[in-house]
């Protein structure tokens, strides 16, 4: 085997109950050439015997006398890797078998790609498999929808080494169990950034997880990075706002009533007209992406709200080629709402 292109990081701290499984499906994949890089985040269980009982050339480990956190633990990992790859791989998920053939595959021919996910499945309790995320392939859907929720899922990205060296990329304790988020959004505006959307990653699902525990930390940190992209954008929102503009990219069109709709449309015309200013993505993507799902919002409104037409009129930047359909229905929806 030749020199090892890829390190594999993962973080530990008392994960003895699924620690060896999830060794094991990385020790497993396919594509073989790469190292295992344990950080051992001061664990007080029986990690470390369970790391110890391996017996692969592959497995190096860094133990921590003491807890510092996940970020703290990614962080010395990071700066311990010279291989041209970094796949990252969480202490109580699976990685399916050729999850890192694939990604190494894609990122080989894909040099402007500097952090790519894959999709996921969820591997409940009981030990079933249940469908879970997927992701789009391009760079600027991912990062539209990065406005209202991360793309990349953590546990499945691989890096590219020398953009996070080079740009200096860490993660930052200061967006406690949002690092992630935080961190992919940051990777990219440097880098392209990408999904295989395949599930080729399994999460466990179970009470202890972040997401579990520290959902509201999470949201509060979260929303700073959706804040921070649209201040990047040129535009300040609030909290209301950001709900908005998740309910519309949710496609959670029964939150909305009249006076929410009306409020889109003036936020929609603010966020456009800051974008063409600032340049922070492609103007008419932009345009078009926000206009034709706020349409679709009024089409779905236009039932039983006569007065659909004359919010939509309100939104100057709409066109009727973003969907002349759309357009079609909505005022014959709202005409017969009328009656």
Request: net charge negative; glycine share 6%; charged share 25%.
């Amino acid at each position: 085997m030749g020199q090892s292109i890829l390190t594999v990081l993962m973080p530990v701290y008392n994960a003895e109950q699924h620690l060896k499984d999830a060794i094991n499906s990385v020790l497993d994949q396919s594509f073989q050439n790469f190292k295992l890089l344990i950080i051992n985040d001061g664990s007080t269980d029986g990690s470390m015997n369970i790391i110890e009982s391996f017996n692969d050339k592959r497995l190096e480990v860094i133990q921590l006398q003491e807890n510092g956190g996940v970020v703290n633990a990614l962080n010395i990992g990071i700066d311990s890797i010279d291989t041209k790859y970094i796949a990252r791989a969480d202490a109580d998920d699976i990685c399916l078998p050729d999850r890192f053939k694939k990604q190494i595959d894609f990122m080989e021919t894909h040099s402007e790609v500097g952090a790519l996910g894959t999709g996921f499945d969820s591997l409940m309790p009981d030990g079933s498999i249940r469908s879970g995320g997927r992701f789009s392939t391009e760079h600027d859907i991912i990062r539209l929808r990065h406005l209202y929720q991360i793309q990349i899922i953590h546990g499945t990205s691989m890096l590219r080494t020398d953009v996070l060296k080079n740009y200096g990329l860490k993660f930052d304790p200061d967006f406690k169990h949002a690092e992630d988020y935080d961190f992919f959004d940051r990777v990219g505006n440097v880098s392209r950034i990408a999904n295989i959307p395949e599930p080729l990653y399994l999460i466990r699902h179970h009470e202890t997880r972040v997401s579990e525990q520290f959902s509201d930390i999470q949201k509060r940190n979260s929303d700073r990075v959706k804040v921070r992209i649209f201040q990047a954008m040129g535009i300040d929102v609030t909290e209301t706002e950001l709900e908005l503009i998740q309910w519309l990219m949710y496609q959670n069109y029964s939150w909305f009533d009249l006076e929410k709709v009306s409020a889109l449309s003036s936020l929609l015309g603010r966020i456009i007209q800051a974008n063409n200013n600032s340049g922070y993505f492609e103007p008419e993507f932009l345009r078009f992406q926000l206009c034709s799902r706020f349409l679709h919002l009024c089409n779905f409104m236009a039932k039983t709200e006569p007065e659909i037409p004359q919010i939509l009129r309100g939104l100057k930047e709409v066109r009727f080629s973003d969907g002349p359909k759309l357009f079609f229905n909505i005022n014959l929806k709202s005409f017969l709402a009328r009656f």
